[in-house]
């Protein structure tokens, strides 16, 4: 499956997105009761907003041509208590929509979340973390901005507008129509350009979500940027990323502000039209004709047309936020529309097997790369060690991948426990699958909290609690390095704590889930010799049953090993003694 | 408004911002009072022509023609206007990103370390951002409100200044109602930015972590963590919309009781004579007018309080003391290293403590020592990338100040530990200094034992590659990463556990090359392993940051207990010597 964001198909997109822009309004498809409220109130309020030209023009006509100031008085109370009306439903109108909007964003956010943590690690090193940060955080943002500010004021100036021009058409069906013709242009007119306004949007977020990552590689490397004097580097590769940026932003910029004139214009026409045709009119009419057009009606009508086209042009601003929400929600439909290709199969019959692990007939290539793996075949057995040894490049750490599950083969099949693993349920997978990855990756917190992530057993130990548990896994000893105990600060980035020590705790961390299998994928390569004799002390202590897999380059931690595999060009055989591959590892060819 | 007023005093900073952009934001204005001038003006024509009406002297063509050209008038000069504010507002937040991407670079390792890269990125884009709203939205609106504001206010005195009075009265009642309620927002947007850099934490260590995630498959807590973030992102939303929910109401009944106000009291008027029936249409009109501009600078303040937020960030980027390139020594170095009495703190805690060593040129030193002893800044130190708290490194006798950085970094190269990979050509990747030429970058090829591996590659040297991509493995990594400190052709080699990737086959064959093509060169490993150093000419044994012991392995062997306790961790495979 392709992961790759920048790489996706047009096809791929525009069948997806139709299915998008559903799912976008099924988020909030459990508001109808809110909906409904919010609309009752918005109804209110225009008709308060609508009504109130109509009676100030019929006070005009009735009593204040006349001059009977009482009836302007009686009037005036009816307005009162109107827009007492309109004071609530206006309230209530942006508290119900504005709150539907914030929800709507939460399980937005809630579903692309959710929708990260199920792609595969593929996904992930396929696309640039800057990239996806830009889309998770800059993209979401922009349909907040929508949805928080402007989709109280769409669903207001809809519907406004909605009342106007009815009124308009009830009141003079001919004037009315000629007032809405400029709207009918301008309708037009946005149908045409909007593909435009959105397309120039989306390549403005896209360049964007480059120069984001452009710089979260950048300032992450920094030191080496320093080391080799490069720091031109970095300013030339972000010069030309905000560049571009600056390009595409004025391209969108121009695109978005393209309607406010536009509508501005057509506003004024059609006031214009009012003015001429509805003097024409009166002109026309006689006093004793029950439709009469008097002034006072005139003086109504230009009034409804400012409610038709004033809210209309603030929909012009609007519509230009929309469009750049719309091209942000296509960015990040394209993440909720893969799917992990790790799902999980049916349930096979379990064969009877001595062996915990066993690669059938496996192979293995990256998603649009050579065959790493070809036609790998061993078996692991309880309770025993392995050693993965070999070159740089061989494909130990993509057959410790496949063991952990992290990609599938190509093809045949790894066995974990006589079943399929792919037929696993993760959380049972990964409760029997330890693995240390050859880049520790810490989270910002405490050494504890890093010790005890995803731990469930341990998860609510007091501190006491936790330094008998450590205690008893002889992993205590190895805090001593640690400033503060289990307390010692960490971050996820920088260099806070040295590599070694990062390494230490993911150890500790993957020790203490108890594993039935755990791998070590280089995973204590930072670490000094003599604690590294520790550690493996503290391997040898594990429950009879754990298989251990090391992956090393020092000879000394593979000596302890049962079984030695020797990987190298996308094979794996199994050395006879420790002699067999020291001697493989001297004189093997290196094809890397 | 009145805290508005305030604001300029209290941080000119921000519209000083704009002085290099005069030209264009004057143009801006000007077109923008057009547009503006011409739309008040338009009910007065409107109203001309009901009044020229009802006297009986209406003549249609002067009014339509006054009224087409007013109306394209107006469409020309905003459509100039909405150009040029996008011009402008994206020329600012461009040239505000160079300066600090500017700045950022000539900074120190430790100061953007410090300053932290998630935050340094959230300066670059979403507070330039806010600036860039700034301008292109706040500074147009302000103007032309303020100009509606008070123009429609003089019209609408010039017609009755009674009449007009009393909905004059609306704008200070909107005023305060504005300044009271955003006073509460800018607290919560305060809060909810916290919020948010929280949230972002989140996401960005789970794409970070996603591996170990997987391993681990702690996907439910992670949506956990978010969940407990965003449920609170979602709390601050719903408050500020509660503000919100309240003062847009109000403002609307103030307005409407203006509407109401002017057809009680102008509907007398008019009664007794005093006001004409087309002023009273246009009151009506003028009322409308006055309404949008008070919103506008209401919100406005609000965007103007962000900007101003998001521009003492920046500043704070800007203004910081740059790193002044003291040295002017562009010498070639022999290679001689030398460190006396160097102290290094971190926070705290000394990492380093009176270290004094010194090297000789075309000499190997190993260091070597337990994980977090030091080992690591001890090589940062030689680079540069960190400066002692005390002490000096010298190169050639001469304080590694004194050289100008582009020529010292030229001579030195550095391994670092963790992998580094730019996502761009192996041949960039390589020849990541601009001095590298194709012969340095052949040699550097050919000594870290890349050859082969690159040309099994379809594209070669060209091939495009990423740190996190699964295209390399560790030990490749780590092999590009000696290539490009090699590739500059160095006098000093500082390797920071090198070896540790590499298997043993691979890395005696590198040494080997090394030790042939770049002859003279002064080698500084840290190490774990001494089977790899037992030669060199001087091993130093680092613990917590001292040195505990220092010489040849033979001496070292007698002298120092610790040692020979490392040295024997590592013992049980002598009889496979490599």
């Not at chain 1, 230490?504 to 299998?517: D, H």
């Not at chain 2, 390792?109 to 300066?123: D, G, H, I, M, R």
Request: proline residues 3%; hydrophobic residues 45%.
């Amino acid at each position: 499956m392709n992961y790759d964001l920048n790489k996706f198909s047009e096809l791929q997109q525009r069948t997806s997105i139709l299915a998008a822009l559903k799912r976008l309004l099924a988020l909030i498809a459990h508001e109808r009761k809110n909906l409904w409220l919010a609309l009752i109130a918005i109804l209110i309020n225009s008709t308060v907003n609508l009504l109130g030209p109509l009676l100030i023009g019929r006070a005009i006509d009735k009593y204040v041509i006349p001059g009977n100031y009482h009836g302007v008085l009686v009037y005036s109370g009816i307005l009162l208590a109107m827009y007492l009306c309109g004071l609530v439903a206006s309230y209530l109108q942006t508290k119900l929509m504005g709150g539907v909007g914030q929800r709507m964003l939460y399980t937005l956010r809630n579903a692309i979340f959710n929708k990260l943590q199920q792609l595969p690690v593929a996904f992930f090193n396929q696309n640039k973390a800057g990239d996806l940060i830009s889309r998770v955080n800059n993209d979401t943002d922009k349909i907040n901005t929508f949805f928080s500010q402007s989709l109280m004021q769409f669903v207001g100036s809809i519907a406004i507008m909605t009342g106007a021009g009815i009124l308009l058409l009830c009141i003079n069906l001919k004037l009315g129509a000629a007032t809405l013709a400029p709207a009918a242009l301008a309708w037009l007119f946005t149908k045409i350009v909007s593909p435009w306004v959105k397309r120039k949007n989306a390549t403005n977020l896209k360049s964007v979500g480059g120069m984001s990552a452009e710089i979260q590689e950048s300032l992450n490397n920094f030191k080496v940027i320093i080391a080799f004097n490069r720091r031109d580097y970095f300013r030339k590769r972000f010069d030309s990323a905000n560049k571009d940026n600056y390009v595409t932003a004025i391209k969108a910029g121009i695109a978005n502000n393209i309607f406010l004139p536009v509508y501005g214009l057509l506003s004024g026409v059609a006031q214009l039209v009012v003015l001429a045709y509805g003097i024409y009119l009166i002109s026309i009419s006689t006093p004793d004709t029950k439709d009469a057009f008097t002034i006072g009606s005139l003086i109504i009508y230009l009034s409804y047309a400012n409610n038709f086209y004033n809210p209309l042009r603030q929909l012009a601003s609007l519509w230009a936020s929309f469009q750049t929400a719309m091209a942000g929600w296509d960015r990040i439909s394209q993440i909720l529309s893969l799917e992990t290709n790790l799902v999980t199969v049916k349930e096979q019959v379990i064969e009877s097997s001595d062996s915990l692990l066993e690669f059938r007939n496996v192979h293995f290539a990256y998603p649009g790369g050579n065959e790493i793996l070809h036609n790998i075949n061993f078996k692991l057995e309880r309770g025993k060690t392995y050693a993965l040894v070999g070159p740089t490049g061989g494909g130990k750490t993509t057959t410790a991948s496949l063991i952990a599950r992290l990609y599938d083969p190509t093809k045949g099949t790894v066995f974990l426990d006589g079943k399929d693993i792919r037929s696993y349920q993760p959380d049972e997978r990964s409760q029997k699958v330890g693995f240390i990855l050859q880049e520790p990756f810490l989270f910002t917190g405490t050494v504890k909290e890093n010790i005890l992530y995803g731990n469930e057993i341990y998860r609510d130990f007091s501190n006491e609690e936790l330094e008998d548990a450590l205690k008893k896994a002889s992993l205590w000893s190895l805090l001593a390095i640690f400033e503060h105990g289990l307390e010692t600060k960490v971050s996820s980035s920088g260099d806070s704590i040295s590599l070694g020590q990062k390494q230490l705790i993911a150890f500790m961390r993957a020790v203490l889930r108890n594993p039935e299998i755990l791998i070590l994928d280089e995973a204590t390569a930072n670490i000094d010799t003599i604690t590294e004799q520790l550690l493996s002390d503290i391997l040898k202590k594990l429950p009879e049953s754990t298989t251990r897999v090391i992956i090393a380059h020092r000879l000394n931690t593979i000596e302890n090993a049962d079984e030695i595999y020797f990987v190298n060009s996308g094979e794996v055989i199994r050395a006879g003694s420790l002699e067999d591959a020291i001697a493989r590892l001297l004189h093997g060819k290196r094809v890397s | 408004m009145v805290n508005k007023t305030k604001r300029y005093d209290k941080n000119p900073g921000i519209f000083g911002l704009l002085k290099p952009y005069r030209g264009l934001v004057i143009m801006l204005i000007v077109f923008a009072l057009f547009s503006n001038a011409i739309n008040l003006w338009l009910p007065r024509i409107i109203a001309h022509g009901i009044d020229a009406y009802t006297a009986g002297n209406f003549n249609f063509k002067p009014t339509i023609t006054q009224f087409m050209l007013a109306v394209l008038c107006i469409f020309v000069f905003a459509y100039l206007q909405s150009i040029i504010q996008t011009y402008a507002s994206e020329l600012v937040a461009r040239d505000l990103r160079t300066r600090l991407s500017d700045k950022i670079s000539r900074q120190s390792y430790a100061y953007v370390e410090f300053a932290n890269p998630s935050k340094l990125l959230t300066n670059l884009t979403a507070d330039v951002d806010s600036i860039k709203m700034f301008v292109s939205q706040a500074i147009v609106s302000i103007v032309s409100s303020l100009f509606v504001i008070i123009g429609a206010s003089i019209l609408l005195l010039i017609i009755n200044w009674k009449l007009a009075l009393c909905v004059i009265a609306i704008i200070p009642i909107i005023g305060i109602t504005f300044f009271l309620v955003l006073k509460k927002v800018r607290v919560l947007f305060k809060e909810s930015r916290a919020v948010l850099d929280w949230l972002n934490k989140v996401i960005n260590e789970s794409i970070l972590g996603s591996a170990l995630i997987r391993v681990i498959n702690s996907q439910q807590l992670e949506y956990i963590k978010f969940l407990q973030a965003n449920t609170k992102a979602k709390d601050f939303g719903l408050s500020i919309l509660r503000l919100f929910a309240g003062l847009i109401p109000v403002i609307t009944f103030t307005a409407n009781m203006a509407g109401l106000t002017i057809l009680a009291l102008g509907g007398h008027f008019v009664i007794n004579k005093s006001l004409s029936l087309g002023d009273f249409a246009a009151f009506n009109s003028y009322l409308v007018l006055l309404i949008f501009p008070i919103l506008i600078i209401g919100f406005m303040s609000n965007v103007i309080a962000q900007a101003t937020a998001s521009y003492e960030r920046i500043s704070s980027v800007i203004d910081s003391p740059e790193l002044p390139e003291t040295g002017t020594v562009t010498d070639n170095l022999r290679g001689d290293v030398e460190l006396k009495d160097i102290n290094v703190i971190y926070g705290q805690k000394p990492v380093l403590k009176d270290i004094s060593f010194s090297v000789k040129a075309g000499s190997k030193i190993a260091v070597i020592g337990p994980t977090a002893a030091g080992k690591t800044q001890l090589l940062y130190l030689l680079t540069g990338l960190i400066k002692p708290h005390s002490g000096v490194v010298k190169f050639d006798g001469r304080p590694v100040d004194y050289y100008h950085s582009e020529s010292f970094h030229s001579q030195v190269g550095f391994v670092f530990q963790d992998s580094i990979i730019f996502n761009m050509s192996i041949r960039e990747n390589i020849a990541f200094s601009d001095t590298v030429t194709d012969q340095s970058l052949d040699k550097a090829i050919d000594t870290a034992e890349l050859r082969e591996f690159i040309d099994s590659l379809p594209d070669k040297l060209s091939t495009i590659v990423s740190e996190r991509g699964s295209s390399l493995s560790g030990g490749q990594k780590q092999r590009i990463m000696l290539a490009r400190a090699l590739a500059v052709d160095p006098k000093v080699l500082l390797l920071d556990d090198f070896t540790a990737r590499v298997d043993n086959n691979t890395e005696n064959k590198i040494l080997e090359n090394v030790q042939k093509n770049y002859p003279g060169l002064t080698l500084i490993s840290v190490t774990q392993k001494i089977a790899s150093v037992e030669q060199y000419d001087q091993i130093i044994l680092l613990m917590e940051g001292e040195i505990v012991a220092i010489g040849k392995h033979d001496e070292l062997m007698h002298t120092s207990t610790e040692y020979v306790q490392i040295f024997n961790s590592q013992q049980s495979t002598s009889n496979y010597e490599l």
